[in-house]
Structures are given as C-alpha cells and as structure tokens.
C-alpha cells in the first residue's frame, strides 16, 4: 500500500452540516443526571470505528478527524498553515488499550490542491505513546506533542524534522494502579501558557512556556483537580473567554475561567454516564463557520464505548456531534 492510501485509510473527512436546535435553558448547574445540551449526531460510521481527535478546517469549516481503531492508528491532529495539517500515528491496540513504545511519527498532509500529499516529517522512537498535540510556533514550525505514558510534552519542528523533549513534569505523569498509564493527553497553548490535562490524576493543568522553544519558564499549577473515579479527562477545547470545555467518557464537563485563575470548578453540561447511544467521548472542537459562531457549536468525536472494543458488546460506531453552547450564555 502507497504512504498517501496508508495514511488517508486512517483518516476520514466530514462535511459539518447545519441543524436547528431548539431553545435551551440559560442556568448552569450539575448535569449529570439531566445535561441541559442536546447532542446532534452529524455523522455516524461502522461499529468499531474509534474516531480519536478532529481539527475544524480554517477554510471550509468541515472537520478532518482521525481513526484509532486500526493497525496503525492516528491520534493528534492540527492545521498549522491553511490546508496543511500535522498527525501524530503509531501503533496502539484498542482492545488491549497498550501502545507500542517508540513506533510514533509525524507527519504532513497537504490539502492545497485536489489531491492530498503526504510526508513523514519525523519519526520518535524514544516515545512511549504519543496523543495529543498542538501547535506553539506557527512561523517557526514548531509544534508540541503529548507523551501520555512517559510524562513528557515532545517538541518538533516540522521544517528540519528536530525532536526533542521540552517538558518533562511530574503533573504530566500517569499513575500506576490504572488499568491503563494515560497520564498527560489534552494539551493547548494560550498567550505564553500551556495548558493540559491529566486522564490518570483527574487534573487540568498549566505551565508557562517558551513559545519558540515549548521549555517551561515557571512551575507547573493544578489548577482543577477531579476524582478519578468520576472522570477521565480526554481532549479539550479552550474558547475566546477563557474557559475549558473538556471531554471525559460520555460527557462534557466546563471549566469556567479556566486561564485566568489559580483554582478553577466544574460543570457538567452535556452527556450523560448512562448514555449507550453517544458514548465515548474523545475530543472537541470549535467551528469556524458563522452559523457556528452564533451557536457557540462545539463538535466531538466519539469511539462508541471504549469497552466495547474488549468485550465486543457495540452499541454505537464512532460519530461526530454537534454541542450548542450559547444558550448557556455565558458569553
């Protein structure tokens, strides 16, 4: 198989299509039992079928998500130039929920023009397995990308191909009494901050950081810390306000003023834990287009219930879906 149809059968693309939602209560409170916002499934595939993490495209404003539920699987993803876009891939099995130490890359895909290129930008067999990722330099090229077993952020310039370790916190580490080391997974930069959670410690986290080098410049800060027996915090999203929208399971959690405090709470405002129909929530995004923008839309990827891929017992695939936040109106 050609590296263009290797990689893009990992990859699958999705039109975001618009739909009316009604009025939604204004108040905030804990959703647990009864989330105040709907979900709107935009796309539905196969059972079986991980969709890990999504980028909303600056040009067009539809979503380029990534598969974990293949032999080689695909993880963290940006859009670091208009149409040009960074994955992470390596091997990680989800049935037995274990990664292949040292078998991750990055790379480049280009969709300027009709057909898609691809190209390896760097291969890191130091890693232990890499997820998300996020972009620090723009001009430069730099990105930072999320060790979650060996509590590391890794830096990569996506020019010369240069990898190194810029972050190494002991915030970033999983724990060892879980049924799978996830420690750091979530991360983003804001201002000269960057932001992350931990799934294993139930944490969001910051550190203030070099933007050109990703090196801290200052002590990592918990500011949020959860029980993990309640939740597993994924990917997350950080809007124009300052808040953190985080995903966990089959729920949606806030973290209001998440970058402007030292010590933040929690709201649950979507989902729900005994959900079967969307379950497995893996990541969230904002959408560009302006309809998006009015509804305050986030968009998730979901893996149709991480169990499921152990015992075989599928009750969803993996699905796009469409959160309105605005009528929390906290904007």
């Known amino acids: ?29 804990d959703h647990r039992s009864s989330p105040s916002l709907p979900s709107t499934i935009i796309h539905e595939l196969p059972k079986g079928t991980w969709l890990e993490n999504l980028v909303i495209r600056q040009t067009e404003g539809n979503a ?12 963290g993803i940006v859009e670091l130039y208009h149409d040009i876009f960074n994955i992470v891939a390596g091997n990680f099995s989800v049935k037995a929920g274990s990664s292949t130490p040292g078998s991750y890359s990055i790379w480049e ?24 990722m996020t972009v620090l330099d723009p001009v430069t090229g730099i990105l930072l990308v999320a060790d979650s077993l060996l509590s590391v952020v890794w830096s990569v310039n996506v020019r010369t191909g240069h990898v190194a370790v810029a972050l190494n916190d002991t915030t970033m ?9 996830l420690g750091i ?5 804001v201002d000269s901050n960057l932001y992350y959670d931990n799934s294993n410690k139930a944490t969001f986290n910051r550190i203030p950081v070099d933007l ?58 979507a989902g729900s834990v005994t959900e079967t129909r969307i379950t497995g ?13 009015e509804r305050g839309s986030v968009y998730v990827t ?30």
């Not at 929530?281 to 287009?289: E, V």
Request: charged share 15%; glycine share 12%.
């Open 281 to 293: 929530w893996t990541s969230t995004k904002f959408g560009t287009r302006q309809a998006d923008v």
């Open 64 to 75: 380029l998500v990534t598969l974990l539920s293949s032999p080689r699987s695909c993880l």
């Open 1 to 29: 198989m050609s590296t263009l149809a290797f990689l893009w059968h990992f990859l699958a693309i999705f039109i975001i299509a618009s739909c009316a939602l009604p009025s939604l209560p204004s108040r905030i409170h």
């Open 302 to 331: 979901t893996d149709g219930g991480p169990l499921a891929y152990r015992d075989g017992n599928f009750t969803a695939g993996g699905m796009l879906v469409r959160i309105d936040t605005a009528d929390l109106k906290l904007y």
């Open 109 to 132: 895909i280009d969709m300027r023009n009709r057909d898609a290129v691809t190209t390896k930008i760097a291969d890191i067999p130091g890693s232990g397995f890499l997820n998300g």
């Open 173 to 181: 580490a999983p724990t060892t009494d879980g049924t799978i080391s």
């Open 185 to 189: 997974n979530g991360l983003r930069v």
């Open 212 to 269: 050109h080098t990703g090196q801290a410049t200052g002590p990592a800060v918990t500011l949020f810390q959860g029980s993990s027996a309640e939740i597993l915090p994924d990917d997350f999203a950080i809007d124009f306000e300052g808040n953190a929208w985080v995903v966990t399971g089959g729920q949606m959690f806030l973290l209001p003023g998440a970058t402007g405090s030292q010590s933040i709470g929690m709201e649950f405002v």
